[in-house]
C-alpha cells in the first residue's frame, strides 16, 4: 500500500538514471516552461487573426452564407476533440507499459481539455444544425460517435477520482481512455462508411480541400490557435498535476512518519 | 521477455483484438447505424407501411410543387438512379431547394413516402457565391448540384 | 447604427452564429481560469508544505535535490 503511493518518487529516482530523458518530472516541466510563452503568443496572435477573418474578411457560403461562419469555431473544435484523445490514449498507454509518471501526467491534464473541445464541437454542431440541417440533434453514426467521445472523456476524469487508492484509478482510467481510442476511427470513418446526415470531410481528405481559400484560411488561422491553446493550457496543467502529486506523496510520508493516519494538517 | 516488453505486447494484441472485435459488431449492426436508404433500397426492400425510416437523396429539379390549400409539399427524392415521390407537411429547411440533399422521415405506403419530418443535408464544399456562378457559367460544375431526372 | 446592427443580424442567422462564438468563448476562457488557479493552488500548497515546521530536515533535503 504505501509503496504503491508513493511510487511517484521511486519512480523519479529511477527515471533519471534509466529511462527517456523527459521521464523526469523535473526535466520535463522545464522543458514545458520553456514553451509555455511561445505557445501563449501564438494563440493569442492567431485567434487575433483567425476571429478577423472568420467574421470579418471572409466571404457568406453560396449555400449556408452566414451560418458558414459556425465552420470556423465548429471544425478546430472537432479536430482537437480528436487530436487529445489521441493524446490522451498514447499517453495512457505509455503510462501503462513504461509505467512513465510523466505520461500519466500528460494524460490528466489532457482530458478536461479534450472534454471542453467535444463539448464545444457538439453545441457548436448543434447551432449549426438547426437553421442548416433543420434539426439540433439527430442519432446518425457521427454524431453519435462524437457524444460517445465526450462520455469516454467524463468516464476517463471520473474514474480517476474514484478510487481512494489514486494508483488504482490512474490505472483503471489509463485502460478505459486506451480501449476508448477505438472510437477515433470510427468518428474519422464514420461519414465514408455510412450513410449520415453530417456531410464528409472537407479540408482531410484524398482529393485536397473542397474549401475556398477564402474559407480556408480562417479554418486554419483557428486551427493554429486551438492547437496552441491546447498546448498553453497542457502546460499549466501538467505543471499543476505533477504539484499534486508531489503533495500526496510528501503528506503521505509525514502521516507514515507521525503515524497519526487522522492528522490531516 | 522483459516486464514492461509483455506489457506492451499485452496493450498492442488486447487492441487488435478489441478493433477486429468493434469491427464485426459495426459490421452486424450495420442496418441500424445507417441513418437513412437510398429510394433504390426502399422501393427493392418489402417495407411495411407502418415502419417508420428514413430515405435520403437529391432533390429532383423541377419536381417541388406546393399544394396552397393544405400546405402539403410535393417533391421526389433521386439517388440517380430511382426516385420516390415524397409528401410533406410542414415547415422546410432553409437549405431545402431543388438539386439539394435531403433526408426525409416517414412510412412508405403505396409508392408514396409520407415525410413527417424532412431535414436539410449539404455536401463538403464551401466556396463563395460569386466562385460557384464562375463555375457553373464555365461549365465546371460537379454533378451533385444539378441532378437531371433518371426515370 | 444601421451598418453595426446589420452585421450583428449576419442575415438573419445571428443568433446562432454568435451563440456559437459566445459559448466558444465562455468555455475556453472558463478552461484558462480554472486551470491557472489550479496550479497557483498546488504551487501555493506545494510551498506551504516545504516551508512547514513538520517537514523534516531529511524530507526537505531530498525534495531540494529534486527540483
Known amino acids: 500500500?504505501?509503496?504503491?503511493?508513493?511510487?511517484?518518487?521511486?519512480?523519479?529516482?529511477?527515471?533519471?538514471?534509466?529511462?527517456?530523458?523527459?521521464?523526469?518530472?523535473?526535466?520535463?516541466?522545464?522543458?514545458?516552461?520553456?514553451?509555455?510563452?511561445?505557445?501563449?503568443?501564438?494563440?493569442?496572435?492567431?485567434?487575433?487573426?483567425?476571429?478577423?477573418?472568420?467574421?470579418?474578411?471572409?466571404?457568406?457560403?453560396?449555400?449556408?452564407?452566414?451560418?458558414?461562419?459556425?465552420?470556423?469555431?465548429?471544425?478546430?473544435?472537432?479536430?482537437?476533440?480528436?487530436?487529445?484523445?489521441?493524446?490522451?490514449?498514447?499517453?495512457?498507454?505509455?503510462?501503462?507499459?513504461?509505467?512513465?509518471?510523466?505520461?500519466?501526467?500528460?494524460?490528466?491534464?489532457?482530458?478536461?481539455?479534450?472534454?471542453?473541445?467535444?463539448?464545444?464541437?457538439?453545441?457548436?454542431?448543434?447551432?449549426?444544425?438547426?437553421?442548416?440541417?433543420?434539426?439540433?440533434?439527430?442519432?446518425?453514426?457521427?454524431?453519435?460517435?462524437?457524444?460517445?467521445?465526450?462520455?469516454?472523456?467524463?468516464?476517463?476524469?471520473?474514474?480517476?477520482?474514484?478510487?481512494?487508492?489514486?494508483?488504482?484509478?490512474?490505472?483503471?482510467?489509463?485502460?478505459?481512455?486506451?480501449?476508448?481510442?477505438?472510437?477515433?476511427?470510427?468518428?474519422?470513418?464514420?461519414?465514408?462508411?455510412?450513410?449520415?446526415?453530417h456531410q464528409p470531410a472537407s479540408v482531410v481528405k484524398l482529393d485536397g480541400p473542397a474549401i475556398h481559400m477564402s474559407m480556408l484560411t480562417p479554418l486554419l488561422l483557428m486551427a493554429i490557435a486551438y492547437t496552441s491553446f491546447y498546448i498553453w493550457i497542457l502546460a499549466i496543467r501538467v505543471r499543476a498535476e505533477i504539484n499534486t502529486s508531489k503533495i500526496r506523496a510528501l503528506q503521505i510520508r509525514r502521516v507514515t512518519a507521525s503515524d497519526v493516519p487522522w492528522n490531516d494538517s | 521477455m522483459k516486464r514492461k516488453n509483455k506489457r506492451l505486447s499485452f496493450v498492442f494484441l488486447t487492441l487488435l483484438a478489441l478493433a477486429a472485435a468493434a469491427g464485426l459488431i459495426l459490421a452486424a449492426f450495420e442496418d441500424n447505424i445507417?441513418?437513412?436508404?437510398?429510394?433504390?433500397?426502399?422501393?427493392?426492400?418489402?417495407?411495411?407501411?407502418?415502419?417508420?425510416?428514413?430515405?435520403?437523396?437529391?432533390?429532383?429539379?423541377?419536381?417541388?410543387?406546393?399544394?396552397?390549400?393544405?400546405?402539403?409539399?410535393?417533391?421526389?427524392?433521386?439517388d440517380l438512379t430511382t426516385s420516390l415521390t415524397v409528401n410533406f407537411k410542414?415547415?422546410?429547411?432553409?437549405?431545402?431547394?431543388?438539386?439539394?440533399?435531403?433526408?426525409?422521415?416517414?412510412?412508405?405506403?403505396?409508392?408514396?413516402?409520407?415525410?413527417?419530418?424532412?431535414?436539410?443535408?449539404?455536401?463538403?464544399?464551401?466556396m463563395p457565391k460569386e466562385v460557384a456562378d464562375a463555375l457553373k457559367k464555365s461549365g465546371k460544375w460537379k454533378v451533385e448540384a444539378s441532378t437531371k431526372p433518371s426515370d | 447604427m444601421e451598418r453595426l446592427l446589420n452585421f450583428l443580424d449576419l442575415d438573419g442567422y445571428g443568433q446562432f452564429i454568435w451563440a456559437a462564438y459566445g459559448l466558444t468563448a465562455f468555455v475556453l476562457i472558463g478552461l484558462a481560469v480554472q486551470s491557472l488557479r489550479f496550479q497557483a493552488r498546488t504551487d501555493a500548497e506545494l510551498e506551504a508544505l516545504h516551508a512547514s515546521p513538520e517537514t523534516t530536515k531529511v524530507e526537505r533535503a531530498s525534495n531540494e535535490a529534486k527540483e
Open chain 2, 34 to 78: 445507417v441513418f437513412f436508404h437510398s429510394p433504390t433500397e426502399i422501393v427493392k426492400k418489402n417495407i411495411r407501411p407502418e415502419q417508420r425510416l428514413r430515405v435520403g437523396g437529391l432533390v429532383e429539379e423541377g419536381t417541388v410543387k406546393q399544394s396552397g390549400q393544405n400546405a402539403i409539399t410535393s417533391f421526389r427524392v433521386t
Open chain 2, 90 to 126: 410542414g415547415i422546410l429547411p432553409d437549405l431545402f431547394r431543388e438539386g439539394q440533399g435531403v433526408v426525409a422521415e416517414g412510412h412508405y405506403r403505396n409508392g408514396v413516402f409520407e415525410a413527417k419530418e424532412v431535414l436539410a443535408k449539404h455536401d463538403e464544399t464551401y
Open chain 1, 1 to 197: 500500500m504505501l509503496s504503491q503511493a508513493i511510487k511517484p518518487h521511486a519512480m523519479q529516482v529511477k527515471g533519471s538514471a534509466k529511462m527517456h530523458r523527459f521521464a523526469n518530472p523535473t526535466r520535463f516541466l522545464r522543458l514545458v516552461s520553456a514553451i509555455k510563452p511561445w505557445a501563449t503568443g501564438v494563440c493569442l496572435l492567431t485567434f487575433a487573426a483567425g476571429l478577423y477573418f472568420a467574421l470579418f474578411a471572409s466571404p457568406p457560403d453560396y449555400q449556408q452564407r452566414e451560418t458558414v461562419r459556425i465552420m470556423y469555431v465548429h471544425v478546430p473544435a472537432a479536430w482537437m476533440a480528436m487530436f487529445c484523445y489521441a493524446a490522451l490514449a498514447a499517453a495512457s498507454a505509455s503510462a501503462l507499459i513504461w509505467r512513465h509518471l510523466v505520461a500519466d501526467m500528460v494524460a490528466r491534464a489532457t482530458a478536461p481539455i479534450g472534454a471542453a473541445f467535444t463539448l464545444l464541437a457538439l453545441a457548436t454542431g448543434s447551432l449549426w444544425g438547426k437553421p442548416m440541417w433543420g434539426t439540433w440533434w439527430v442519432w446518425d453514426a457521427r454524431l453519435t460517435s462524437v457524444l460517445i467521445l465526450f462520455f469516454l472523456y467524463l468516464g476517463y476524469i471520473v474514474l480517476n477520482g474514484a478510487f481512494d487508492d489514486a494508483s488504482r484509478g490512474a490505472r483503471a482510467a489509463s485502460i478505459l481512455a486506451v480501449v476508448g481510442a477505438i472510437n477515433i476511427p470510427i468518428i474519422k470513418f464514420s461519414v465514408d462508411w455510412w450513410n449520415t446526415l
